[in-house]
Nanobody, 118 residues
Framework: QVQLVESGGGLVQAGGALRLSCAIS????????MGWYRQTPGGKQREWVA????????NYADSVKGRFAIYRDNAKSTIYLQMNSLKPEDTAVYYC???????????WGQGTQVTVSS
């Protein structure tokens, strides 16, 4: 069974920065696609934030492009989301996900709360 454990969330003022971590219990090379999503209290579904694919290709939602960066540390089987210039609208529970391929089911972490105060 695969486990993803997020950490690094917290309360930060607007303009500040946080780095989220997601430790994966299985060898990270098992996963070709890894990503971050977020969900607000009133949100009906999780919003895609960023993806890191095999080969190092990254993609970002327009709302975070230029402010967030996704990267992975293979030796630690961990993916990260560096979040800079945070805005109150970034407030959400952030979830990491992992897939063995584009069409395979996602594994999810339990989520970590990020709160940005104005």
């Amino acid at each position: 069974q695969v486990q993803l454990v997020e950490s690094g969330g917290g309360l930060v003022q607007a303009g500040g920065a946080l780095r989220l971590s997601c430790a994966i219990s299985r060898n990270i090379f098992s996963f070709n696609v890894m990503g971050w999503y977020r969900q607000t209290p009133g949100g009906k579904q999780r919003e895609w934030v960023a993806t890191h694919a095999v080969g190092g290709m990254t993609n970002y939602a327009d709302s975070v492009k230029g402010r967030f960066a996704i990267y992975r540390d293979n030796a630690k089987s961990t993916i990260y989301l560096q979040m800079n210039s945070l805005k109150p609208e970034d407030t959400a529970v952030y979830y990491c996900s992992a897939q063995t391929s584009n069409n395979s089911p996602r594994y999810w972490g339990q989520g970590t709360q990020v709160t940005v105060s104005s």
